[in-house]
C-alpha cells in the first residue's frame, strides 16, 4: 500500500526507527568509543605534540582512510597549497605551515621564510571573509616572529604590520588576540621596530580593545604585548607613546590576575628606569603605594617587577624617593631583605642603598623604620651580589648622615661587618669601605672620639686587614688604605681629645654586637 | 702673633668675599710678591682653595692656596684661625667620593620574556581553534556537563565543545544533530488494540 510504503521511506530516515536492533546495538557501542577516543585523544595533546589521526566518525572506522594527514604533508606540499588559488587549498597548506611552526623543537623558521610564503600569509590577514585562513596565517607569522631578530625583520619586511594592526579591529576574539600575540613579538624585538608599530598607531588600536568584558587571557596577551612596547632604551619610547599607554596600565594594575599584574609591574619597571624625567611621568600617576603593595605580593612574577620599579623611583631625585617613602616603602623593605632568594635580597639592598643616598631626613626615616638590623644581616649573611650593594647602603649612609645617624649605624654592628669583608677581592668594594671608613672616622671628629674609634676598629681587626691593604695591587687602595693608617693611626702621636663636647659625646658602644668594646 | 680678622672690603676681582680674608698668615716663610689688599694697618692674604685637611695634636689644620701666589706658597694653617666657611665645606664636599650618590639600574635581571612562540600543546580546543561546525558526531555526558563531539570544516580533527556553547554558537547545527536522532515512543496499549483489531 502506498502510504506503507512512504511511510517505511520516512522511517528509515530516522536514526533508529525500522533498523534492525542489532545493528543499532553496534552503531551505538561504536559510536560510545569513539566520544571516549575522542575525549582521551584530547588530554594527549595537551602533553604531546601530536595531531589526532583518526576522526571519530563512522567514515574512520573504514580502513582505508588515511591517518597520516599531517606526517607527509612536506613544505613543498604546503608551498603548492599555499599558492594555490582556492580556498581550502589555501587554509590547508597554511594550517599545515602554523602545525611545523608550533612544533617543540625546530621549527623550520627559515625554510618557510626562503619558501617565499611570508607575503601570502600577510595577504591572508586581511581576508575577513575567511577567518580560517586569517587565524592560521596570524598564528604562522606570530611564530616566525618568535624566533630571531631576523625573522622578526623578516615579518616586518612583509607588510604584516598594519595587517596586524587592522586585524586587531577583527570582531573573532580569537584571531584579535592573535594579533595582540604577533604584534607583541616584533615590539619585544628592539627599539627600532617598536617604534615602526608606534608610528602605525598600534597603540590607540590595542587600548580599544580593553573592556570590562574583556576575557582574562586576552588581557594577559594585550598587557605583555603593552609591555614589550614599553621596553627597551637608546632610545626609550616616545614620551607621547608613554603617556597614552600609561593609564590603560594603571588600570591593569589593580586586576588581580598574577599574569596580568606580573606584565603591568615590567611595563612600569621599564618605564622607570632611565632619567629622572621618566621616573617623573610615572611617579605622577600616584601607582607608587600600589607598586608597593605588589612588592608583598606573594607570586615571585610580581614581586619581582614590583620590587624593580620602586628600585627605580628611588634611584631618582629625593621627591621620588620621598613618595616611595611615604607610600609605605620602608615597612616592606625588611621582609623583602630576608626574601629566601638572593637575588630579591640583592635588589631590596640596591634600593636601600639609594635612598641611603639621599638627604639626612630621609636616612632617619631608616633607621625609625627599623632597616639597620636587616642591612646588618644581609652585610653577615648575604650572597656576595646582596652584600656588595649593603656595603654601598652603609657608605651612602655615611656619607650624608648627621654624626648620630652614623654612631646608629656602628652601633647596629654595620662598621664590624664592612670591615669583615675587607677581605673580599673585589677591589671596588675595597674602595667602598675604605670610603665608608673614613666617613666614620670623620664623625667621629666631630665628636672628639677619633681614639675611641681607632680603638674600636683596631679591635675589629679592621687595622691589621687595612695595613695589609698597603700592599695591594691596586694602586687606589694602597693609597686609600695608606691615608686612613697615617690620618687616624699614627700610633705614636697621641692624639689629645677634644674637651669641649662632653654634652654631644656619644659613644660607639656596639650594643647589639656580642663583643663588647666598652669605650 | 693676633690673628684677628680684618672686615675691610676687598678690592680684588668677584670670587674673592669677605669670608676668605685672613691676616698675616703664622707659617708664612717669605713676603708674598703681591699683596692681595692694600690695607695699610694689617696685611690681608685671600684664601682661594682648601686643598687638604689633616689633624695634628688634636687640631684641624687645612693645607691653604693663596689667591695670587703659587702653590709653592701653600701653607697649612689652623681651623681656628680661618674664617672661610664655604670654602672648606666645598673642600669637605669634594672629599666625599662620587661613590655617593643615586646609582641607576645595572643590566637586566630576569626579565619576562621579549618574544614568545605559540606551542601547538598548549593548543586552543572547540570554538577557540576558530574552525567553522560542520556537523555534531556525537554527545557525552561523562564530563558532568553535556558534551558534543563536533566535526569542524577543514579539518580531521573533531573535538568536544559544551553543548551551552553550541547551542548559541551554531543552532542550526545542534538542531540537526537533534533531529537526526528523534525517536518516537509508541504505547503498547494502542499497538495491542490495533493488533487485536486485526
Known sequence: MPTKNVTDERLGKFKNKGKDPAKLREKRISECVELRKAHKNESFMKRRNVTLSSLPDEDALSPDYSTDAVSVYSIEDIIKDVNDHNKEAQTRGCQAARKLLSQESNPPLKEIIDAGLLSRFVSFLGMNDEPTLQFEAAWALTNIASGTSWHTQQVVESGAVPAFISLLASPMLHISEQAVWALGNIAGDGSASRDILIECNVIPALLARISPDTPVGYLRNLTWTLSNLCRNKNPCPPLSAVLQMLPSLIQLLHLSDKDILSDACWAISYLSDGENERIDVVVKTGIVPRLVELMGHRELSVMTPALRSIGNIVSGSDQQTQAAIDAGVLNILPQVMRHPKASVQKEAAWALSNIAAGPCKQIQQLITCGLLPPLVEQLRNGDFKTQREAVWAVTNFTSGGTVEQVVSLVQSGALEAIINLLQVKDSKVILVILDAVNNVFMAAEKLGEMDKLSLLVEELGGLDRIEMLQNHDNEMIYRAAHNLIEKYFCGNEVEEVKVDSTEDAFEFRTADVPRTFEF | ?198
Open chain 2, 1 to 198: 702673633m693676633s690673628m684677628s680678622l680684618t672686615t675691610e672690603p676687598p678690592n680684588d676681582g668677584p670670587t674673592v668675599t669677605e669670608e676668605n680674608k685672613m691676616t698675616t698668615p703664622e707659617k708664612k716663610e717669605k713676603k708674598p710678591d703681591e699683596v692681595a689688599e692694600e690695607e695699610e694697618e694689617e696685611e690681608e692674604y685671600v684664601v682661594e682653595k682648601v686643598l687638604n685637611r689633616r689633624v695634628v695634636k688634636g687640631r684641624v689644620e687645612y693645607l691653604l692656596k693663596w689667591k695670587g701666589f703659587s702653590n709653592e706658597d701653600n701653607t697649612w694653617e689652623p681651623e681656628d684661625n680661618l674664617d672661610c666657611p664655604d670654602l672648606i665645606a666645598e673642600f669637605l664636599q669634594s672629599q666625599k667620593s662620587a661613590h655617593e650618590g643615586k646609582r641607576k639600574a645595572e643590566g637586566e635581571g630576569d626579565e619576562s620574556k621579549s618574544k614568545k612562540k605559540k606551542d601547538d600543546t598548549e593548543k586552543l580546543r572547540g570554538f577557540a581553534r576558530g574552525l567553522d561546525p560542520e556537523r555534531i558526531i556525537g554527545a557525552t555526558d561523562s564530563t558532568g556537563e553535556l558534551m558534543f563531539l563536533m566535526k569542524w570544516k577543514n579539518s580531521d580533527e573533531a573535538d568536544l565543545v559544551p553543548a551551552k556553547e553550541a547551542n548559541i554558537k551554531c543552532p542550526q547545527v545542534v538542531i540537526s544533530f537533534y533531529e537526526e536522532r528523534l525517536t518516537w515512543h509508541s504505547y503498547p496499549t494502542e499497538d495491542e488494540k490495533k493488533d487485536d483489531k486485526n
